[in-house]
């Protein structure tokens, strides 16, 4: 009998997932269909998943750290939303209810799934410090941040609470990979966009291919984060391309002139030649991979320039 219990826990052992990774899953959208999506196929894959997210959509928040309530979820800051549906997006949790904490809402309450009422940045530390620690005990092996609902491309990056979480992670030393969608992605409705799990099944492909290459090591290098950007309408066998940081301004943003105040867009001009392989021009095609520097120290080279430069003041 002993011998087939030895030989039962051997073949669980087997079956269990080789690469199994702690995995915090943030965003700057609150509760989507793409968030739902990413959350089941990693867990799906036997990946260990806690989702830490803004209460409420907060695009464009950059890496701000700011809380919106401290005690318990109250219509400030960002009033229109909260009074809109009455509490986080997507009734995650009701006005009134902790300004952080597990989902209230039905189907969500396994305690995967927990927000803040802050700036993504503050959900991502709310998983980092609090959550994680409960959990595992140390820090997560990787930081998922998105899918966002719309691509983060071109000078908008700096702008992108999607980049904002990675680029928080990063900086603690945790591999980090920020995901942007195409804005066909919502569903607001059933939170059950058929394109939410493509893009969900595609990162679980990303994961596996950075798992294969690391081994027992970290997915990515220090001073390494990435972000990927999927096509509008992405094809379960969707290409994948190399993509850089580039010049090429998809969305164009410009303040308004006269009011009502705040951001315009105008069409991009046409790319050149020296532009092709930039992200904003690689996605629409194929899922764009692009390489970021953590945080805003230069290269050597940027370094030593601005060594020359001043070097007669730096003697002073």
């Known amino acids: 009998m002993n011998y087939r219990l030895a030989i039962a826990a051997g073949l669980g052992i087997c079956a269990s997932p080789a690469f199994a990774l702690n995995i915090v899953l943030a965003n700057d959208d609150g509760l989507t269909s793409n968030l739902k999506a990413l959350h089941d196929e990693l867990t799906a894959a036997g990946h260990s998943v806690i989702v830490s997210v803004p209460c409420t959509g907060q695009s464009g928040r950059s890496s701000a750290i700011v809380m919106y309530s401290t005690t318990t979820i109250v219509a400030d800051n960002d009033r229109t939303q909260i009074e809109a549906e009455g509490g986080c997006h997507n009734g995650a949790a009701p006005l009134g209810a902790p300004a952080v904490g597990p989902f209230t809402k039905a189907g969500y309450t396994g305690g995967d799934f927990n927000y803040v009422h802050g700036t993504p940045v503050m959900a991502t530390m709310y998983g980092l410090d609090v ?65 939410s799990r493509i893009v969900a099944q595609l990162t679980t492909k990303l994961i596996a291919a950075l798992q294969a290459k690391a081994g027992s090591a970290a997915l990515l290098p ?31 943003l410009k303040f308004n002139k006269a009011a009502p105040w705040g951001l315009s867009g105008s069409a991009p001009a046409a790319a050149t030649a020296d ?6 021009l690689v996605y629409k095609t194929r899922v764009a991979v692009s390489a970021m520097q953590v945080g805003y120290e230069q290269r050597p080279a940027g370094q030593q320039w601005l060594r020359l430069r001043l070097r007669d003041l730096f003697t002073q």
């Open 131 to 195: 959550l994680a620690a409960a959990r595992w005990g140390k820090a997560p092996d990787l930081v998922l941040s998105g899918p966002n609902e719309g691509q983060n491309v071109g000078k908008l990056v700096i702008n992108s609470g999607t980049i904002g979480n990675a680029q928080f992670a990063a900086g603690r030393g945790i591999p980090a990979i920020a995901l942007s969608a195409g804005t066909d992605t919502v569903d607001n409705t059933g939170l059950a966009n058929a394109r």
């Open 275 to 280: 532009q092709a392989e930039d992200e904003a």
């Open 222 to 252: 220090a001073g390494v984060a990435l972000n990927v950007n999927f096509p509008d309408a992405p094809a379960a066998n969707a290409g994948w391309a190399f993509a850089r940081q580039g010049t090429y301004d998809t969305y164009n």
